[in-house]
T-cell receptor, first 112, second 114 residues
């Protein structure tokens, strides 16, 4: 099925460890996004990529880096995980605001 | 400061009745408003959108109303069904160079009681 695929679905990290969250879309969308969802906080934008080769910070970028590998793939990296980064991470892609974003199913990350 | 606010964390409605979910915003530069539905352990799914130049958009059982002067929008679900039980997020779009960003509210959990 067409859509946004995120891997892994679940991950437990120790404080200080690093990891990369992978995201791929097959809808030929130009723009891709990373959001995090925390209880009572809604979804907050971490980074986004308007097109292949460009990335920009969102509302909560500290502690994260991103790479837009090609038009399909947009990865999110935690270099030194902290407990405050325990969250559910969603990747999304879009083409035009009237149709909204298409979200992946999320990665539930726990940092202990 | 929150630019998109959903002041009701939860709402319970009887099956067959109308559900009304509300959202307020502060930024007059938002150009589109959207509603998303989210089930547990799944990503949000797009429900309906409305341009800032319109005051109503309808899609089946779902209607979104926009009152620009009050900076308020609402989602009406008629009739409500048990499968509508989910968290609903209001979002607003800010245009940017080559892309657009969505700012989300904190969500309202809708429970439709059979």
């Amino acid at each position: 099925n067409a859509g946004v695929t995120q891997t892994p679905k679940f991950q437990v990290l120790k404080t200080g460890q690093s990891m990369t969250l992978q995201c791929a879309q097959d809808m030929n969308h130009n723009s891709m996004y990373w959001y995090r969802q925390d209880p009572g906080m809604g979804l907050r934008l971490i980074y986004y990529s308007a097109s292949e080769g460009t990335t920009d910070k969102g509302e909560v970028p500290n502690g994260y880096n991103v790479s837009r590998l090609n038009k399909r793939e947009f990865s999110l990296r935690l270099e030194s995980a902290a407990p405050s980064q325990t969250s559910v991470y969603f990747c999304a892609s879009s083409e035009a605001p009237v149709w909204g974003y298409t979200f992946g199913s999320g990665t539930r990350l726990t940092v202990v | 400061d929150q630019q998109v606010k959903q002041n009701s964390p939860s709402l319970s409605v009887q099956e067959g009745r109308i559900s009304i979910l509300n959202c307020d915003y502060t930024n007059s530069m938002f150009d589109y408003f959207l509603w998303y539905k989210k089930y547990p352990a799944e990503g949000p799914t797009f429900l309906i959108s409305i341009s800032s130049i319109k005051d109503k958009n309808e899609d089946g059982r779902f209607t979104v109303f926009l009152n620009k002067s009050a900076k308020h929008l609402s989602l009406h679900i008629v009739p409500s069904q048990p499968g509508d039980s989910a968290v609903y997020f209001c979002a607003a779009s800010t245009p940017g160079a080559g892309s657009y960003q969505l700012t989300f509210g904190k969500g309202t959990k809708l429970s439709v009681i059979p």
